[in-house]
């Protein structure tokens, strides 16, 4: 019982203060995690969550989307903006292009 004594004391005379954590930018209670490539993102870190991802989901990879928001499809822009048009300029194309010109 006599060694039970000192032993409580030690116990309670030990620091409990909580351990602090830090994120993966080193921010104590920060908010930054490791995305799925591999980065610290979020956080204090102005990086967005898998920025390197491609459209395909490659981290690093170079897939992109075409105009019609497909990716790596080959939709294109026509001479006049339109995504997958057929390129021809028309009356009509003239039309819309000095509408919008004019604020119409």
């Not at 116990?11 to 954590?21: D, F, H, V």
């Not at 921010?27 to 490791?34: D, F, L, M, S």
């Not at 969550?49 to 490659?58: M, P, Q, T, V």
Request: net charge negative; charged share 20%; aromatic share 2%.
């Amino acid at each position: 019982m006599k060694l039970l004594y000192p032993l409580i004391i030690l116990l309670l005379s030990c620091s409990t203060e909580p351990e602090t954590i830090k994120d993966c930018a080193g921010i104590e209670n920060g908010t930054a995690t490791v995305d799925d490539c591999g980065l610290c993102t979020g956080g204090t870190t102005d990086n967005v969550a898998n920025y390197l991802k491609d459209c395909a989901g490659e981290c690093g990879g170079d897939a992109i989307e075409d105009c019609a928001g497909e990716c790596e499809g080959d939709a294109i822009l026509d001479f006049c903006d339109v995504c997958n048009g057929d390129g021809d300029v028309n009356i009509l194309d003239i039309v819309a292009l000095v509408s919008i010109i004019l604020g119409n």
